[in-house]
Nanobody, 125 residues
Framework: QVQLAESGGGLVQAGGSLRLTCAAS????????MGWFRQAPGMNREFVAA????????AYANSVNDRFAIARDNAKNTVYLQMNILRPEDTAVYYC??????????????????WGQGTQVTVSS
C-alpha cells in the first residue's frame, strides 16, 4: 500500500510559478509510474502530467504542455510538478497518483491505483 502526500499548493498571481511535491511512503516508489491530475469545482478530474518509473518517459495534457514539467527523484520517493506561467484556469485541487504498471504514462485516472488527498492551487487574475 502506497501513501501519497501532496504539498506546495497556494495562491499565486497569473503568470507566476509554483512547484508541487508528492511524497510517497509505504511502497516501492521506484517501480511505479506517477501522475498528476486536477479537479476544479463542478468539473471532472482531468489529467495533467505523468512520468514512468525511470523518468525517461513523460506525457502532458495539451493545456499545460510547455508550461508544466513533471520530474521524479526515486532516491527521495518524490515526484514534482513545476508549474510556470500559471493562468486562472489552472485553479483546481491537484492530486498525485501512483500506477503499479511503471512503464506506462497513462492519462486515464482509472489506470492509477493510489491517490493523495490533494493540494489547492489558486491563480488570481
Amino acid at each position: 500500500q502506497v501513501q501519497l502526500a501532496e504539498s506546495g499548493g497556494g495562491l499565486v498571481q497569473a503568470g507566476g510559478s509554483l512547484r508541487l511535491t508528492c511524497a510517497a511512503s509505504g511502497g516501492t516508489f521506484s517501480t511505479y509510474s506517477m501522475g498528476w491530475f486536477r479537479q476544479a469545482p463542478g468539473m471532472n478530474r482531468e489529467f495533467v502530467a505523468a512520468i514512468n518509473w525511470s523518468g525517461r518517459s513523460t506525457a502532458y495534457a495539451n493545456s499545460v504542455n510547455d508550461r508544466f514539467a513533471i520530474a521524479r527523484d526515486n532516491a527521495k520517493n518524490t515526484v514534482y510538478l513545476q508549474m510556470n506561467i500559471l493562468r486562472p484556469e489552472d485553479t483546481a485541487v491537484y492530486y498525485c497518483a501512483a500506477d503499479r504498471l511503471g512503464d506506462r504514462v497513462a492519462g486515464d485516472h482509472s489506470a492509477y491505483d493510489y491517490w493523495g488527498q490533494g493540494t489547492q492551487v489558486t491563480v488570481s487574475s
